[in-house]
């Protein structure tokens, strides 16, 4: 580096005599570098940025601290609830960021320092990186939450439900149940002060030494000096104030053209749609929107009480930005809408009607066309959600957003809806509600319930779903009248139940699914029991499922038809801990071959699950590719012929019953759909012909019965 050109980087020195009669003005960029760059090295010694999380089951919140290189706080904590939702480790994100940091800093503070001796431009360069540190900090750190947010395992539990999202930066927002709130630390605040402090440095760096390479130094005269830098300033001041004065003007000329275009326009004359914001603005509250057929202007926003109802279905149209409507206030009720084109964005969890405390709000007869979420309602008590057809948006299954999904809703009554294509319909946190002769198909979970007690869910129909309904961590149900039909994905159960107390599953239909039932640890208190009676599982690859620990529940009167296998457990253990029959009553098990000599409906000898194949699967869950197979059905022959093959009963049925039990006719009308109820029809026509069939078989003599304990030896 040749002399010339340190010189041009340091640019011109200070003549004694200037640097004597403006010692101010050369003084001041260097106390403001100084004080800058203390302020930014001493920032590394405090937090950048914390985060509160708040939930019902966390009353006193989850915190999480960020530091230039490290979190603090509730890391752990937060790590388990990550391995529940498919969230990423934090220990996996901003690596380099964490590991460069304190040097990174460091030397943007030396720079401000070496700034002292430079008297050129270069000093820019020097105090610019200080300057935008904290906005790089701040747009790299919302980088890391949305990459969390964006990168859920599908595998995770409960990914599905809480989908994807952005945590906010700053201020207040929701993550699925919890409540968040972020705010700058005192770091950042300290680095933003420094940043702050840097760019008035070079103001008044360039201010001091720019007339320095401007003029010759034999200019600089003890008489002179002063009024040849306030000749040179004048210029710049007048043309600065000029173009402030004009930015002024102009930002205030738009400003009143839009306020008045605003006020006297209510339709697009290009468009010709009706701006439903002015009309929903001028209506007082508790009054009555009436809306003609035509297209109205989604992405508005109700905060006052007031009924928004259609005439001929009138389209509200989103325009794929946001939540079509917005509710922030209470005894709001929408009906006879089409509702259409809502945003995309699951972090933002856009939606066809969205609420906010909005308690007693009523959305009745509406159709959703095109909407990510359905209906996502929070904080809603009483709502009423009835009779609306909801048409999810055609994405990837993990993409979607919830038909309907409500959050700390209680006593909210949800029926007669049909949604289809949505991810699930959701109720988390949400007390004593009826979900009733609702129509669920082609969904992930067509209905999910966390931490939601008081629950009764009747006369539904949940078809083509990967799983019917999953209970999980709720106590008080009441399950009945539900048609379980044809889910079939991954796990594919009609109805699965984790960690529940207090269930009570009566007289439902489930048909066709990979598993009818599924139970884990349920009940889990001790001195709960559950009651699962008159329901019928038919032509299931199995029946019901439980975990070998699962204890005290009672199965009677139920009819176990033609299922690939009836009953078995997802480990190896037998199932004797739960009762099988009460009162004298068992169930019906179409392949029972005993005999009901007395003709009291009630079988002679006990019928055992004790097929040689089934608990080879139990053992080997990989044979269940051949079941149904002529193989497996000569492994249970060889094990019926061959006592000493027969493997320990799983669960003995005291009192099988002879023919199905008479159920009562379900209730529940199928919306329109491109699935006809034919099938569901030949399914009930087929059990009634068993029915016939088996009480012909019954009557006469003795058939030797593969649960007939006789024989053994």
């Known amino acids: 580096m040749t002399p010339a050109l340190i010189e041009r980087i340091l640019g011109p020195r200070v003549p004694a005599v200037e640097a004597s009669q403006h010692r101010d003005t050369y003084r001041r960029p260097r106390r403001l570098l100084t004080l800058s760059s203390i302020l930014l090295g001493s920032s590394i010694f405090l937090p950048y940025w914390e ?58 503070a030396a720079l401000l320092l070496a700034g002292h001796y430079v008297h050129s431009r270069w000093a820019l360069a020097l105090a610019g990186p200080t300057v935008l540190f904290p906005l790089f900090f701040l747009a790299d750190l919302q980088y890391w939450l949305w990459n969390y947010g964006h990168s859920l395992d599908p595998r995770a539990p409960f990914s599905h439900a809480v989908g994807e999202f952005t945590p906010p930066i700053l201020g207040s927002g929701s993550i699925a149940q919890f409540d968040t709130l972020a705010w700058p630390g005192w770091g950042l605040v300290m680095a933003l002060t420094a940043s702050a402090l840097a760019a008035a440095g070079m103001v008044s760096h360039r201010r001091a030494y720019k007339p320095l390479s401007i003029w010759p130094r034999d200019n600089f005269t003890e008489a002179a000096s002063d009024s040849s830098v306030g000749s040179q300033r004048n210029p710049l001041r007048r043309r600065v104030v000029q173009r402030s004065l004009l930015a002024a003007g102009a930002a205030l000329a738009v400003g009143v053209g839009t306020s008045t275009s605003a006020g006297a326009v209510s339709i697009d004359r290009e468009t010709q749609w009706i701006d439903l914001q002015v009309l929903i603005d001028a209506t007082e509250p508790g009054g009555v929107i009436e809306l003609a057929p035509g ?23 989103g325009q794929g930005l946001g939540s079509v409507i917005e509710v922030r206030a209470s005894d709001v ?59 999810s948006m055609d994405l990837f299954v993990a993409r979607r957003g919830d038909g309907i999904r409500l959050w700390q ?39 999910h319930f966390m931490y939601s007690d008081g629950v009764t869910v009747e006369e539904n129909l949940l078809e083509h779903n990967s799983v019917g309904a999953f209970l999980m961590y709720s106590t008080d149900l009441v399950v009945s009248g539900n048609i379980f039909k044809s889910n079939r994905g991954p796990s594919g159960y009609g109805l ?40 019928v599982f038919a032509f299931n690859n199995i029946g019901a499922m439980l975990g070998s620990t699962v204890a005290r529940n009672t ?78 059905n000569a492994i249970d022959i ?43 029809t030949s399914v009930l026509l087929v059990i009634a012909g068993l029915s016939v069939a088996r009480r012909d078989r019954f009557v006469g003599g003795h058939t030797p019965s593969h649960g007939d304990t006789s024989d053994r030896g």
């Open 51 to 108: 985060l509160k999380l708040k939930a019902p089951q966390y009353p006193d919140g989850l915190r999480v601290t960020l530091w230039v290189n490290r979190l603090e706080g509730d890391v752990q904590e937060l790590e388990g609830l990550n391995h529940y939702i498919g969230l990423p480790s934090f220990a996996d994100g901003a690596v380099l960021e964490r590991t460069v940091s304190v040097a990174g800093i460091l030397a943007l």
């Open 295 to 317: 297209m109205y202007r989604g992405g508005v926003l109700i905060t006052k009480p007031l009924t928004l109802v259609g005439t001929d279905w009138p389209v509200v149209d």
């Open 333 to 391: 009720r929408i009906e006879g809408l089409v509702i259409r084109n809502s945003g995309s964005r699951l972090d933002r969890e856009d939606a066809g009607i969205s609420s906010n405390t909005s308690p007693g709000i009523e959305i009745r007869g509406n159709r959703f066309e095109e909407v990510l979420f359905g209906m996502f309602l929070r904080r809603s008590n009483g709502a009423h959600i009835t009779n609306n057809d909801v048409q």
């Open 409 to 447: 809703s209680s006593a909210a009554v949800v029926e007669g809806n049909h949604l289809i294509g949505g991810r699930d319909v959701v109720f988390w946190f949400t007390d004593k509600i009826t979900v009733r002769r609702n129509h669920v198909e082609d969904g992930r979970y067509g209905l």
């Open 496 to 535: 699965g139940i984790k960690d529940v107390d207090g269930l009570k599953a009566n007289n439902n239909r489930f048909v066709e699914n990979r598993s009818g039932l599924y139970v884990d640890n349920s009940p889990s208190k001790v001195g709960v029991s559950h009651t699962i009676e008159n329901n």
């Open 555 to 632: 199965f009677t009167g139920n009819a176990f038809i033609d299922n690939g296998e009836h009953v078995t457990s997802d480990s190896t253990g037998g199932l004797e801990a739960n009762d099988w029959s009460e009162d004298g009553t068992g169930n019906y098990w179409s392949d029972y071959s005993g005999y009901d000599s007395n003709q009291d409906g009630i079988g002679d000898t006990p019928y055992e699950v004790d097929n040689l194949f089934g608990d080879l699967q139990t053992r080997y869950p990989n044979l269940r590719f051949f079941s149904g197979t002529l193989a497996a």
């Open 638 to 680: 060889a094990g019926r012929t061959f006592p000493h093959l027969r493997p320990n009963p799983i669960l003995t049925d005291a009192a099988p019953l002879a023919a199905p039990p008479t159920l009562p006719a379900l209730s529940f009308q199928q919306h329109k759909t491109n699935r006809p109820a034919l099938g569901l």
